[in-house]
């Protein structure tokens, strides 16, 4: 299908069959029929079309225009909203954001088909640049009643957050401009400041023997830090991963700040924890988990679940130069599969079975597949 020359938002109308598409570059919109892929309409919007969505009964569509048309001098310019009308196959009307409206971005349609929001900024353009707390600009959602066709209401997303320590350490973690060839950040394998799922031969334990990538939820709390803790501290492991991973290192405010946005991370509740008819076998698994002859208390204490030392739990392979890792803590489990220094546990099953077969990581040969699942359970709730 040809969406046109710079191709924007995409939407489906199932039941008609059609997929819509805008192009940014013609100001158009394109309807094409799903079978055969034949555009058998192009209809005229706002300039930029950049977003849209299609009502749930299938008889309007709502196009975000991204920029404003016109003369800029007029101090009321603004971008529009378009609405198509699809049983005519033509536009309906263009409704006109609030005085600097530009910027729009998506479109989403409520449920019931009445009201269309709208993503986009807004700002008071003759106020001087520094006139922040007065709106000088701002992020706003239009709400427009798409019977009436009428913008009816705007709400100001209100000012950024604080430029404070945590908020800057939040940028540089997310910023693959920090790195020397500007192809990755932190949180190319720590999304969320969690795991990427994935293993890494990061070289300060030798190569070779690559490993999993590790949740920073708590890192700090926990030292030392690496599963073969080659890192003192959370804080060492930071400035490492600048000078190491990102081949650019940072300054020790930049440091600070990454430090602050990673310490403000707090645990967030998995399903398990939301599911109140699981909690008589979470409680089942804890007991399981707390009894003596399992061990995992042992090493895995409250309330973070880690000893902060480093066992043998038998979990070597072949390739590692030691048998001995740092014990994790088990918080969030239920976001940070797979698992193990090596992640090949793919589910905490097969690590409490298939990589425990002489129960040198607790004892678990001796429980039921019943137990089993309560156990799970527990770990997958903290
Ligand atoms: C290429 C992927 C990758 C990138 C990029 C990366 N990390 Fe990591 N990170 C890992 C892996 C893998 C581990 C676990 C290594 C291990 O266990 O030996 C880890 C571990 C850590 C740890 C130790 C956690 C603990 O509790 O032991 C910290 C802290 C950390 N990374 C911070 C950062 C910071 C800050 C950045 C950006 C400067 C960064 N990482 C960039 C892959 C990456
Ligand atoms: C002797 C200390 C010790 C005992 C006992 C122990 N663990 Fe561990 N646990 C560790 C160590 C060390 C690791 C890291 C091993 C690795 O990465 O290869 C670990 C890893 C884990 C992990 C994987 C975490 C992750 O993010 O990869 C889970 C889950 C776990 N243990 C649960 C348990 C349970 C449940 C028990 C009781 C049946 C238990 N452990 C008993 C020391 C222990």
Not at 109 to 138: C, F, K, M, N, S
Not at 291 to 299: E, L, N, V
Request: hydrophobic fraction near 40%.
């Amino acid at each position: 299908m040809d969406a046109g020359f710079r191709p924007g938002g995409l939407a489906l109308a199932p039941r008609r069959g059609w997929l819509l598409t805008t192009d940014r570059a013609t100001d158009t919109v394109r309807v094409h029929e799903l079978a055969g892929g034949k555009c058998v309409a192009t209809i005229s919007v706002g300039r930029e079309p950049a977003s849209l969505a299609v009502t749930p009964d299938e008889k309007l569509g709502v196009v975000g225009n991204r920029l404003p048309a016109g003369d800029a001098s007029n101090p009321r310019a603004s971008a529009s909203v378009s609405l198509i009308d699809f049983a005519a196959l033509g536009k309906r009307t263009d409704i006109i954001l609030p005085p600097n409206g530009a910027n729009v971005q998506g479109v989403a349609i409520a449920p019931d088909g009445r009201w269309a929001y709208v993503v986009h900024t807004v700002g008071r353009a003759p106020l001087p640049t520094d006139q922040i707390e007065l709106g000088w600009i701002t992020g706003n959602v239009a709400i427009i009643d798409a019977s009436s066709s009428v913008l009816t209401g705007e709400i100001a997303l209100g000012q950024q957050p604080d430029w404070d320590q945590e908020r800057c350490g939040e940028m540089i973690f997310h910023d693959a401009t920090r790195c020397y060839q500007h192809w990755l950040s932190c949180a190319t394998c720590h999304p969320d400041g969690r795991v990427d799922g994935l293993n890494w031969d990061l070289l300060n334990d030798g190569a070779g023997n690559p490993k999993n990538t590790k949740s920073l939820l708590f890192a700090h709390l926990t030292p030392p830090a690496m599963s073969e803790g080659v890192r003192a501290d959370a804080e060492t492991a930071v400035a490492a991963g600048f000078r190491s991973i990102l081949f650019q290192p940072a300054s020790p405010e930049e440091i600070r700040a990454v430090e602050a946005y990673l310490q403000s991370l707090g645990p967030e509740p998995g399903p398990v924890r939301a599911n109140a008819r699981l909690t008589i076998r979470v409680k089942r698994g804890q007991a399981l988990f707390e009894r003596a002859r399992a061990r995992c208390r042992s090493c895995h204490p409250r309330p973070l679940f880690t000893d902060c030392l480093s066992h043998d739990v038998g979990t070597a392979l072949d390739t590692d130069r030691t048998r001995f890792f740092d014990t994790p803590s088990l918080v969030e489990l239920w976001r940070t599969s797979p698992y193990l220094h090596h992640g090949k546990a793919v589910t905490l099953r097969a690590l409490l079975t298939d990589f425990n077969p002489h129960d040198r990581h607790g004892r678990t040969s001796d429980m039921s597949a019943q137990e089993l699942d309560d156990l799970i359970c527990y770990l997958n709730s903290r």
